[in-house]
Structure formats: structure tokens, C-alpha cells
């Protein structure tokens, strides 16, 4: 019998696929490439991501794509998240499955900076809240205090661009 550590890794991470070759890189003059992302590959990742927040802290995310001032980001919380403030980016939210509230503006508590211009800490007080479920958006910008609670052992996936505001 396989040890139980063995088990949930090989459950946890995906089976080996075919791995494309690199691309050749493109020259300055080639028009920019659209990306597209269809809801079962989406869910497929968030499914994958659930499981990675149940065997950890109750959180998981992944970078879908970086851009020059975006990235396409997936998340998925089982629990509370930390307040956080962006100073350079915003946060938009397309809410996927589940449900969460959003509080936003206020203040955070107990604020520690953690990189250039990102502050977290344990809670926001003050601010307002607003209730999120499946195909709402909702928009934080950039400066903003807001931190996202999960009721209960629900879920909450998102689909999240972070967008660079100012420089």
C-alpha cells in the first residue's frame, strides 16, 4: 500500500501531458496574440486549485497570464482572506462559483508592507461590504483596503485581472 503523502500527490498534481515545444519568439513587428480560456478548462483549473486550498492554509491561486500591465489570475478561497491594499494595481473580480462578501475602503489592521506597494494585514475595519455571487464583478481600485470573507466551509472561485493603475 502507498503512504498517504505518495496518495495525495499523485491526486494533487496533474498527469504528465505532452509538452509543446517553445515557441519561436515573436518579432516587435508581430500583431499582439489574443488569449482565450473556455469555462470547462477554467473549472478544470478551479477544481484542481480546491483541492490545493484543502490540503493547505484554505487558499490557491494561479497566474493564467502576465501581460505588460495585467495579469489574468484564478482563485479559489475556502476561508477568509487577509485585507490587503495594492498601491499600484486593482483588483477586478468576475465571481465564477460560490459566494463571498467583498468589504472595501476603511482601513487595514495591523498593516505590514510585504513587497513595494503591497500592505496586508489581519482584518479591514470600516469599510463596506457587499455581497458577491456567481456572474457578478466587482472592481477594487488600486489604493483600496479590501479583504474577501468565505462563509462557513463554503467555496469561492474567482476569476481575477490584476491591472496596473498608476506606475
Given at each position: 500500500?502507498?503512504?498517504v503523502?505518495r496518495l495525495?500527490?499523485k491526486?494533487l498534481?496533474p498527469?504528465?501531458?505532452d509538452?509543446?515545444?517553445?515557441?519561436?519568439?515573436?518579432s516587435k513587428d508581430a500583431?499582439?496574440?489574443?488569449?482565450h480560456w473556455s469555462?470547462?478548462?477554467?473549472?478544470?483549473?478551479?477544481a484542481?486549485?480546491?483541492?490545493?486550498?484543502?490540503?493547505?492554509?484554505g487558499s490557491?491561486?494561479?497566474?493564467?497570464?502576465e501581460?505588460?500591465r495585467?495579469?489574468?489570475?484564478?482563485?479559489?478561497?475556502?476561508?477568509?482572506?487577509?485585507?490587503e491594499?495594492h498601491?499600484?494595481?486593482?483588483?477586478l473580480?468576475?465571481?465564477?462559483d460560490?459566494?463571498?462578501?467583498?468589504?472595501?475602503?476603511?482601513k487595514?489592521v495591523?498593516?505590514h508592507?510585504v513587497?513595494a506597494?503591497?500592505?496586508?494585514?489581519?482584518?479591514?475595519?470600516?469599510g463596506t461590504?457587499?455581497e458577491l455571487?456567481a456572474?457578478?464583478i466587482?472592481?477594487?481600485?488600486?489604493?483600496?483596503?479590501h479583504?474577501m470573507l468565505?462563509?462557513?466551509?463554503?467555496t469561492?472561485t474567482?476569476?481575477?485581472?490584476k491591472?496596473?493603475e498608476t506606475?
Amino acid at each position: 500500500m502507498e503512504p498517504v503523502d505518495r496518495l495525495l500527490l499523485k491526486e494533487l498534481l496533474p498527469k504528465e501531458k505532452d509538452v509543446a515545444l517553445p515557441r519561436a519568439k515573436r518579432s516587435k513587428d508581430a500583431p499582439p496574440e489574443a488569449h482565450h480560456w473556455s469555462r470547462p478548462i477554467v473549472m478544470e483549473r478551479a477544481a484542481y486549485l480546491r483541492k490545493l486550498a484543502a490540503y493547505s492554509e484554505g487558499s490557491a491561486s494561479e497566474t493564467l497570464k502576465e501581460y505588460p500591465r495585467h495579469a489574468a489570475m484564478l482563485s479559489v478561497r475556502g476561508r477568509d482572506g487577509i485585507a490587503e491594499l495594492h498601491e499600484r494595481f486593482a483588483d477586478l473580480f468576475v465571481v465564477l462559483d460560490g459566494r463571498a462578501t467583498l468589504i472595501t475602503g476603511g482601513k487595514v489592521v495591523g498593516a505590514h508592507t510585504v513587497g513595494a506597494g503591497e500592505i496586508r494585514g489581519t482584518a479591514v475595519e470600516g469599510g463596506t461590504r457587499m455581497e458577491l455571487r456567481a456572474g457578478d464583478i466587482a472592481h477594487v481600485p488600486a489604493g483600496v483596503p479590501h479583504q474577501m470573507l468565505v462563509p462557513g466551509d463554503k467555496t469561492f472561485t474567482a476569476f481575477v485581472l490584476k491591472i496596473q493603475e498608476t506606475e
